[in-house]
């Protein structure tokens, strides 16, 4: 389990034939533990002189936005939540729901657009994870979504290097995807004007 509170930037020193290896500062990360990558929760299968590497199997490659990515890019880093840890962004899982694309981006405001055969858990003022960082839906219109972007997120993580066409990891807030199969959307429910 991951919060969504990014503890650091690494750099991708090599993505290739499902292997990703990755330049990180991060203490006590050892073989076997989990590891948010652009929020896709991945185990760490090496790590030696500050570069951790991960298997990325062909499922994890065709729902993120992974296969984007090269040698050199950043990639946001989370550890995941001891039991005793202090929770403080959303419960995110590390489960990518989907590679959505950004639209636009201005002024802070990051507009991600969905694919229409995706169903959406999206609420106004409900929380969504873009490539791992915990934001607050600013808005919610046909198949994307608006969040903003504050000061300390622009300078603290990759969300600053995106651009326009960029695909981003998304993982729909967690409790929304568990109340949604708890309560199916009936047309007319207070439910369904959530769900897209």
Not at 34 to 58: H, K, M, Q, R, Y
Not at 62 to 68: L, N, P, Q, R, V
Not at 135 to 153: C, K, P, S, Y
Request: charged share 20%; aromatic share 8%; hydrophobic share 45%.
């Amino acid at each position: 389990m991951f919060t969504g509170l990014v503890e650091e930037v690494g750099r991708i020193k090599k993505l290739a034939s499902g292997r990703l290896e990755i330049a990180s500062g991060l203490d006590g990360v050892k073989i076997g533990d989990s590891l948010a990558v652009n929020g896709a929760c991945l185990t760490v299968a090496g790590g030696a002189d500050g570069i951790f590497s991960f298997e990325l199997l062909p499922y994890t490659l065709k729902d993120t936005a992974f296969a984007e990515l090269s040698a050199g890019a950043e990639v946001n880093l989370e550890r995941a939540v001891p039991a005793n840890g202090r929770f403080g962004g959303h419960f995110v899982s590390g489960h990518i729901d989907e590679a959505g694309i950004v639209s636009r981006l201005s002024g802070g405001l990051l507009t991600v657009s969905v694919r229409p055969e995706h169903k959406i858990y999206l609420a106004p003022k409900g929380s969504v994870a873009v490539n791992g960082v915990s934001l607050t839906m600013q808005a919610v219109r046909d198949r994307e979504f608006t969040v903003n972007l504050v000061g300390h997120t622009l300078q603290n993580t990759m969300l600053r290097n995106l651009r326009t066409n960029d695909k981003v990891n998304i993982e729909y807030d967690l409790l929304f995807k568990y109340l949604q199969k708890l309560l199916p959307a009936k047309p007319g429910s207070a439910l369904r004007k959530f769900l897209f």
